[in-house]
């Protein structure tokens, strides 16, 4: 496989792994009831994800430049993975906000836009 096609093919699984930070709908009636909180304050979780991807998307691209890409890959899906280890354990709607919200937003960006970077 060319390096090219390899470095694209690459890019396709990151955004298709990170990708499942759309997938939190699924988690809004299991996270009321577990945490004991309302739908606004569950919801606004992904709210605080999605602010968090869009501000690593618009400042992550000097990273781009600085480190090797195979380490930017790897920082986006193991701070995807710790965030959504943080989440899957939280008992509080606080640590959800840390873990969902912030590092695996966040994360969720580093990746989406190193992807698009890469694949451009």
Do not use: K, W
């Amino acid at each position: 496989m060319r390096p090219a096609t390899r470095t694209l093919a690459a890019c396709v699984v990151l955004s298709a792994v990170l990708g499942t930070i759309h997938a939190f709908s699924l988690f809004i009636d299991p996270f009321e009831e577990g945490l004991d909180a309302g739908r606004g304050a569950v919801s606004s979780v992904y709210s605080l994800a999605l602010v968090a991807l869009t501000l690593a998307v618009l400042t992550g691209h000097p990273l781009f430049r600085r480190l090797p890409g195979p380490l930017v890959a790897l920082g986006a899906a193991g701070g995807a993975a710790a965030g959504l280890l943080l989440a899957s354990s939280a008992a509080s709607i606080a640590v959800l906000i840390v873990g969902y919200g912030l590092v695996f937003g966040a994360s969720n960006g580093l990746g989406y836009a190193f992807s698009l970077q890469q694949g451009a």
